[in-house]
Nanobody
Framework: QVQLVESGGGSVQAGGSLRLSCAAS????????MAWFRQAPGKEREGVAM????????FYAESVLGRFTISRDNAKNTLYLQMNSLKPGDTAMYYC????????????????????WGQGTQVTVSS
């Protein structure tokens, strides 16, 4: 089992920045990939960014490319999401996710491949 706890959400004006953190505990050695997802009211959960823990390869949703950066501190078992140039459209509940399932890169931002989830942290961007 892997436990995930997110932090760092909040309210910010458009153009501002936030950094989300996700502390992982438990059998973290088994994790193959970690990711950030978000879900706005009335919308489906959307993959934002992910990292393969072995290779360090990262993938981003086109909507956040160039604005968001995913990173991982292996020593602290913590995943980060640096969010810059935030837009009102980024407003959502953000979730950290992890998986032991080995998937192809093309599947990396699909929620169905992730079997561990945090409780979420709210990000609100005002115009």
């Amino acid at each position: 089992q892997v436990q995930l706890v997110e932090s760092g959400g909040g309210s910010v004006q458009a153009g501002g920045s936030l950094r989300l953190s996700c502390a992982a505990s438990g059998y973290t050695y088994s994790v193959y990939a970690m990711a950030w997802f978000r879900q706005a009211p009335g919308k489906e959960r959307e993959g934002v960014a992910m990292v393969f823990t072995g290779s360090g390869s990262t993938f981003y949703a086109e909507s956040v490319l160039g604005r968001f950066t995913i990173s991982r501190d292996n020593a602290k078992n913590t995943l980060y999401l640096q969010m810059n140039s935030l837009k009102p459209g980024d407003t959502a509940m953000y979730y950290c996710a992890a998986t032991e399932i080995r998937m192809a890169a093309i599947q990396a931002l699909s929620a169905i491949w992730y079997n561990y989830w945090g409780q979420g942290t709210q990000v609100t961007v005002s115009s």
